[in-house]
């Protein structure tokens, strides 16, 4: 008789990505014997990488959306955004110092940031974008931190790329502002400078759809988002090595600028 399918193990995937972290293993997609089958799988493996980084990195204090700005799917080769998850330890304030030898290959997204005021429960319909800006408190310009462990990025699978809670490493932020009521958040132009040179620019790319999508997904997952965590909500600008000496500066028109230099 033919052997069953074994069932899905998500404690096995965390724990192949976290010993890959642990040895600075170069990236690969998980072996097809232990790989998430479905969306499903894949954030249980990635629930299960944190209950192993909590004691490491703190508690999660923040959600992170991946490839849903048009210029990220292209760059990934995939169409569907992918959350992940933000550590307290992680979360760095501007002007920040950041270590290249503490990372096998950090890269660099710059993004809009948004510091929740209230609660985003467990709900009978999905969350709307208006809903979801009401919950809004702060909006934070940061740069997104990402371990790709020197992936090529349209060979790494979506499902393995969630279970390795979609690359993140960490956060910059800058200085929060008060939602402005009227703002329209889509669409904001922004900056990004290299050594005091200008280098790079974009526009935010639908934010609240990209918060509204994150909030269900957190409720669909039994972990509803809280008041004081922060979300980012999908790079404005395609990701960018940072090299040892540089300094990057982002800002978004109106809201502000957040720094960060490159050690070796």
């Known amino acids: 008789m033919p052997t069953a399918p074994t069932a899905f193990d998500p404690a096995k995937a965390a724990a192949f990505v976290a010993a890959a972290h642990e040895a600075r293993a170069p990236y690969a997609n998980l072996p097809p014997e232990i790989a998430p089958g479905s969306v499903a799988d894949a954030y249980a493996a990635q629930e299960a990488l944190a209950r192993l980084w909590t004691a490491k990195k703190g508690p999660v204090a923040g959600l992170k959306i991946a490839t849903t700005t048009k210029v990220m799917q292209a760059l990934m080769g995939i169409d569907h955004p992918c959350g992940g998850m933000i550590y307290e330890k992680t979360i760095h304030a501007s002007p920040a110092s950041i270590s290249k030898s503490a990372y096998m290959n950090v890269v660099v997204e710059c993004e809009l940031a948004v510091r929740l005021g209230r609660d985003l429960p467990k709900k009978a319909e999905p969350y709307t974008r208006a809903e979801v800006r009401g919950a809004i408190a702060e909006l934070i310009p940061a740069f997104e931190l990402i371990e790709d462990r020197n992936a090529v990025y349209k060979e790494s699978r979506a499902l393995s790329l969630i279970a390795d809670n ?89 809201i502000g600028t957040v720094r960060m230099t490159a050690t070796a």
Request: a negative charge; proline letters at 9%; aromatic letters at 4%.
């Open 166 to 254: 979609a690359w993140n490493t960490g956060i910059v932020l800058g200085k929060p502002v008060a939602i402005p009521p009227g703002l329209e958040l889509d669409g904001i132009p922004a900056n990004l400078s290299i050594n005091g040179k200008p280098a790079k620019s974009g526009k935010t790319d639908d934010p609240l759809g990209a918060l509204a999508w994150v909030a269900n997904l957190a409720v669909e997952r039994g972990r509803p988002m809280t008041a004081g965590m922060v979300v980012i909500t999908g790079s404005c600008i395609a990701t960018l090595p940072i090299a040892t000496g540089e300094t990057f500066d982002f800002t978004i028109d109106g």
